[in-house]
């Protein structure tokens, strides 16, 4: 499962992603962002584990893959 950047939302002006399944597909990869000066998760992180939580609801048989760490 892959998410890309679909047309923009009605209402907000952001844009949401659009699934895509790749044949073969095995893991969620969760994508790194910047933390707070206390090592906090940003908004932007939260909201990329959430949606790979809700995927891995669906799909429980993938492996979840985080990149990036505080601190490294």
């Keep these: 499962m892959s998410f890309k950047v679909g047309e923009p939302s ?6 949401r992603p659009r699934r895509e399944t790749a044949p ?3 893991a969620i990869v969760v994508l790194g962002a910047p933390n707070d000066k ?3 998760l940003s908004p932007m992180a939260r909201g990329r ?5 809700a995927e891995f609801r669906l799909q429980p048989d993938r492996r979840i893959i985080t990149t990036g760490g505080w601190g490294a």
């Design 10 to 15: 009605r209402g907000n002006g952001r844009r």
């Design 24 to 26: 073969g597909t095995s």
């Design 38 to 40: 206390r090592g906090a």
């Design 49 to 53: 584990c959430a949606l790979a939580l």
